[in-house]
């Protein structure tokens, strides 16, 4: 089983939604979700296309997805999880927009948020006690002949290459796309979440995920809100 703290938008937020109706999943329920008809791109490329972010559901990763060491249960993370969040004050992203990350696609936002950079931050290196050492196998599914000297720290201090100063907050909306193929897409996708796109999220919780098994879908566990309840009230 492994874990990971995301942030995703409650499940009744129109851009959650709408964003499960592009990948084809809702990470909340597990379910399939049907896409409604989109001009410029037919249902079998829209599916092909977002395959692999399907699986993860939609969300930005803080904490990339770990495996608990050894002696340490779920009922411990959960509780560490509950008591970090109270301690971190909620705060507004900037605004989203369509991006591309090489030949991936994905929401990111409009200019740097320092918030941000903080909190995900403070999550891997607070949660970095509950993250198992990778194993030969996981090091090696990273091909580290590929990455940059930072790139290569992070992943065997941290467990990942892209955290701490490597760290590019985003939400996947497709895998890699053949190159005919970029310029048609990031229309749609720029023409389908622009109404979803025009107001700032506020960062008020983080998502713990949980894949059950190898492969198997992420899944929101659980989420819990950012700030103390009296801040949460005063809000």
Not at 40 to 59: K, Q, S
Not at 61 to 84: C, I, S, Y
């Amino acid at each position: 089983m492994r874990y990971a703290i995301n942030f995703t938008p409650p499940a009744s937020d129109p851009l959650t939604i709408a964003a499960s109706q592009w990948l084809g999943r809702n990470a909340f329920s597990g379910e399939a979700t049907e896409l409604p008809p989109i001009r410029g791109l037919d249902l079998h490329e829209i599916a092909f296309n977002t395959a692999v972010p399907r699986r993860y559901g939609f969300h930005g990763t803080l904490k990339p997805p770990f495996r608990l060491v050894e002696g340490v249960a779920e009922p411990l993370l959960l509780r560490n999880l509950m008591h970090f969040a109270g301690q971190h004050e909620r705060f507004r992203l900037p605004k989203l927009e369509v991006a591309r990350l090489g030949n991936r696609f994905a929401l990111m936002p409009s200019e740097v948020s320092e918030p941000l950079h903080h909190l995900a931050g403070a999550v891997v290196q607070h949660f970095d006690a509950f993250r198992a050492p990778l194993t030969d196998a996981e090091l090696e599914r990273a091909d580290p002949g590929h990455l940059s000297a930072s790139q290569f720290a992070n992943l065997h201090r941290w467990g990942h290459p892209h955290v701490m100063d490597e760290f590019r907050f985003h939400m996947t909306l497709t895998g890699a796309v053949a190159p005919h193929l970029i310029g048609r897409l990031e229309e749609v996708l720029r023409r389908y979440f622009e109404p979803y796109l025009e107001r700032e999220l506020e960062m008020a919780n983080l998502a713990l995920f949980v894949e059950t098994e190898p492969g198997a879908p992420f899944l929101v566990h659980s989420l819990h809100p950012l700030g103390s309840v009296a801040s949460r009230r005063i809000a």
